[in-house]
């Protein structure tokens, strides 16, 4: 039965939601407002109680020296209480150029203090109970020039699975899909469905740019994840969903990408 149906149907939940966001110092959290987004919609979806309470604990979890590099209300933390400001949703709007640095959701100065020097990667997960967990931790972005390895793994998805759609701790395909391949033959594994399309990385979204000035990304169609930068790719115009098969990728450039990392140049071996 599929998981969604089964839980519909009261059948057990056995997994959990995650987001993965970054923060970084006088940005505040990217594109914090999809993030938030997604997981509510997975929630809906999937019938799990606490999304609404994930935006506090994201906040509460930020260390001390983190504080200093955010202004979520014009410049009180105090008065925020979980809501975002208008010029905050404001800054969240994206950039132009696809291949350019993460735009924050949250504009962010100094408020005093020693602020956080480096960028943080903060992991949240929602379990079925409704409990939140949330991790930080230091988050050492790419090199600009950062290419990665690709290898197609022969472990498959099934496109009629729907809970691929959603971000899941549920991640065995990705795991057996990622051990096909140590780390010294490639930075990244891409994994196909049960018909041979392209689908995702193990931990990333795929874009192909074939020169036409708008990138190719898979359709949810084929079996992958609802990605926050994926999502804001489509919607602002500098991608598009194509089907997309192995020969497909050996023209064009390919990029792999996540909210967390960015697009990363990435090569086919």
């Known amino acids: 039965m599929p998981a969604e149906g089964a839980l519909r149907r009261g059948g057990p939940m056995d997994f959990s939601l995650i987001e993965t966001l970054r923060w970084e110092r006088g940005g505040g959290f990217v594109r914090l407002e999809r993030h938030l987004a997604r997981l509510a919609r997975s929630a809906a979806a999937l019938g799990l109680a606490g999304a609404e309470k994930a935006e506090s604990a994201l906040y509460e979890a930020l260390p001390p020296s983190a504080l200093p590099g955010i202004s979520p209300t014009g410049g009180e933390i105090g008065k ?36 956080q020097p480096t960028p943080l990667r903060i992991r949240l997960e929602l379990f079925p109970d409704g409990r939140i967990e949330v991790q930080t931790a230091p988050f050492a972005p790419l090199a600009e020039n950062t290419v990665w390895r690709l290898r197609i793994a022969t472990t498959r998805l099934s496109s009629t699975d729907p809970l691929l759609r959603h971000k899941t701790s549920r ?31 193990t931990i990333t979204s795929l874009f192909l740019d074939d020169g036409s000035g708008i990138l190719k990304t898979p359709p949810l169609a084929s079996g992958l994840l609802a990605g926050v930068l994926r999502e804001e790719l489509l919607e602002t115009g500098r991608a598009v969903e194509a089907r997309l098969l192995p020969e497909d990728l050996k023209s064009g450039t390919i990029f792999a990408g996540n909210s967390l990392r960015g697009l990363i140049r990435c090569v086919l071996t």
Not at 85 to 105: D, L, N, Q, W
Not at 174 to 197: I, K, Q, S
């Open 171 to 201: 991640r065995t395909l990705y795991a057996a899909a990622r051990a096909e391949f140590p780390a010294t033959e490639a930075d990244e594994v891409l994994l196909l469905n049960e018909r041979g399309e392209v689908c995702e990385g």
């Open 80 to 115: 925020r209480q979980g809501h975002l400001s208008t010029a905050a949703t404001e800054m969240g709007k994206a950039s132009p150029h696809p291949i350019s640095p993460p735009v924050g959701e949250m504009p962010g100065r100094a408020e005093g203090g020693v602020p």
